[in-house]
């Protein structure tokens, strides 16, 4: 069974950091594109950063997160990061992480697997 489940998320200060941790479990990680995509009620997902499989192993950020994020794998523990820095109250949002079988990292539509989300605050 494949589960993806998040933590890390919270309420911190405008310019603080955040790590977020996606554990990973009934599939080999390694071959699979990982990604996380944040959403704000009301709003469309925005796909926030993308790693391609370990064969590949590029990674992609959203322009508004670009400089600030860094996204990182850990396959000895299963589990994918998130490394948010200068946050900014924009950053605010449910934070999923998902995970995609073709490994393209192109739209937010295609992950085929998804985590039940963690929320993260970020005050003025």
């Known amino acids: 069974q494949v589960r993806l489940v998040e933590s890390g998320g919270g309420l911190v200060q405008a310019g603080g950091s955040l790590r977020l941790s996606c554990a990973t479990s009934?599939?080999?990680?390694?071959?699979?594109?990982i990604g996380w995509v944040r959403q704000v009620p009301g709003k469309k997902r925005e796909g926030v950063s993308c790693s391609r499989s370990d064969s590949d192993g590029r990674t992609y950020y959203s322009e508004s997160v670009k400089g600030r994020f860094t996204i990182s794998r850990d396959n000895a523990k299963n589990t994918v990061y998130l490394q948010m820095n200068s946050l900014k109250p924009e950053d605010t949002a449910v934070y999923y992480c998902?995970?995609?079988?073709?490994?393209?990292?192109?739209?937010?539509?295609?992950?085929?697997?998804w985590g039940q989300g963690t929320q993260v605050t970020v005050s003025s």
């Open positions: 009934g599939f080999t990680m390694g071959h699979y594109a």
């Open positions: 998902a995970a995609e079988v073709l490994g393209r990292c192109q739209d937010v539509g295609d992950y085929d697997y």
